[in-house]
């Protein structure tokens, strides 16, 4: 099994998956990021992209995010354009990086934001970012400089986070300030700790 000691980490857009992350590196544990993966494939796919979406959505050679996310949040059948390219290129070079961690036989974070979307990994210890729904919106909208209209189209896009939060096997509760998340995440520590117990941390 390629994902033998891989914990996904997801949650919904704006939820704090960058800022747990970053926690959890403290840790010393190796973080695998989706959406960073995902950014070097999407430049790598510009020819691509101009082609399934056209010329307009590229920009000096590169992939104008700003104005295909504005396509694709809209639109879910671009948007499922869009995911059957990448989506598969994701796995693959995600699969690369997992090759060296399962080498190290410790436990290692797989930050997927669409785990329970594509159902597209075989990773059975899920780890979820939670917030409400209201402060999801309003981070979106500080973060990305976003529209009510347009924060909430992301938003939509994905699966609800209630219902996600119902299927993880563990909740990181970031509706709080930072010094809550870090109790938060040295307990999900705490948790790993104990399923891997000859592990050192």
């Given at each position: 099994m390629s994902f033998a000691n891989a914990i996904a980490l997801t949650g919904g857009i704006a939820t704090g998956k960058s800022s747990v992350c970053s926690l959890l590196q403290l840790y010393g544990f190796q973080i695998i990021d989706a959406d960073k993966v995902a950014h070097q494939i999407l430049d790598q796919q510009s020819a691509q992209i101009a082609t399934l979406?056209?010329?307009?959505?590229?920009?000096?050679s590169k992939v104008d995010r700003k104005k295909l996310g504005s396509l694709v949040f809209t639109d879910k059948q671009e948007r499922q354009k869009l995911e059957n390219l990448l989506h598969p290129l994701i796995k693959s070079e995600?699969?690369?990086?997992?090759?060296?961690?399962?080498?190290?036989?410790?436990?290692?974070?797989v930050d997927i934001p669409l785990f329970f979307e594509t159902k597209n990994y075989e990773i059975d210890e899920v780890a979820m970012v939670y917030c409400t729904k209201d402060q999801q919106l309003a981070r979106l909208i500080e973060r990305e400089g976003l529209t009510a209209d347009e924060a909430q189209s992301r938003i939509n896009a994905q699966m609800d986070i209630d219902a996600k939060k119902a299927l993880a096997s563990f909740v990181i509760d970031n509706t709080k300030n930072l010094k809550h998340l870090q109790a938060e995440v040295e307990r999900f520590v705490d948790y790993i700790k104990e399923k891997y117990p000859n592990i050192k941390i």
């Amino acid at each position: 099994m390629s994902f033998a000691n891989a914990i996904a980490l997801t949650g919904g857009i704006a939820t704090g998956k960058s800022s747990v992350c970053s926690l959890l590196q403290l840790y010393g544990f190796q973080i695998i990021d989706a959406d960073k993966v995902a950014h070097q494939i999407l430049d790598q796919q510009s020819a691509q992209i101009a082609t399934l979406f056209g010329d307009a959505y590229i920009k000096e050679s590169k992939v104008d995010r700003k104005k295909l996310g504005s396509l694709v949040f809209t639109d879910k059948q671009e948007r499922q354009k869009l995911e059957n390219l990448l989506h598969p290129l994701i796995k693959s070079e995600i699969q690369q990086h997992t090759a060296f961690c399962e080498s190290k036989e410790v436990p290692y974070i797989v930050d997927i934001p669409l785990f329970f979307e594509t159902k597209n990994y075989e990773i059975d210890e899920v780890a979820m970012v939670y917030c409400t729904k209201d402060q999801q919106l309003a981070r979106l909208i500080e973060r990305e400089g976003l529209t009510a209209d347009e924060a909430q189209s992301r938003i939509n896009a994905q699966m609800d986070i209630d219902a996600k939060k119902a299927l993880a096997s563990f909740v990181i509760d970031n509706t709080k300030n930072l010094k809550h998340l870090q109790a938060e995440v040295e307990r999900f520590v705490d948790y790993i700790k104990e399923k891997y117990p000859n592990i050192k941390i």
